[in-house]
């Protein structure tokens, strides 16, 4: 399973932005997908996981920094996952990368990953 993950950009603080991780060669309706985020200098950061539970039942994590502002969801007929990020903050500044595998908060759980894509978020 290959992941691409895009839709990063410059935007303003206060800005909504969506990425997106595609899957191909295979599907990961049964992985759970996480979205961690990298900044200058900074450890790799869990951002939000989405995990099948079951027939058509989801489980949504997010880490403390980003709950109530980013969205993250699924669409397993086009095998894509969707981070929607609201009320963007300079600190959400990152390398934005998506991963497939078992669910933890953890990178090292993760089998696959996508190669990122940048957010800038200033003024």
């Known amino acids: 399973v290959q992941l691409q993950a895009f839709g990063g950009g410059l935007v303003q603080p206060g800005d909504s932005l969506r990425l997106a991780c595609a899957a191909s060669?295979?599907?990961?309706?049964?992985?759970?997908v996480a979205w961690f985020r990298q900044a200058p200098g900074k450890e790799r950061e869990f951002v939000a996981a989405i995990r099948w539970s079951g027939r058509y039942t989801y489980y949504a994590y997010y880490s403390d920094s980003v709950k109530g502002r980013f969205t993250i969801s699924r669409d397993d007929a086009k095998n894509t996952v969707y981070l929607q990020m609201n009320i963007l903050k300079p600190e959400d500044t990152a390398v934005y990368y998506c991963?497939?595998?078992?669910?933890?908060?953890?990178?090292?759980?993760?089998?696959?990953w996508g190669q990122g894509t940048q957010v800038t978020v200033s003024s």
């Open positions: 991963a497939g595998g078992t669910y933890s908060v953890s990178v090292s759980t993760y089998d696959y």
């Open positions: 060669g295979g599907t990961f309706s049964h992985y759970a």
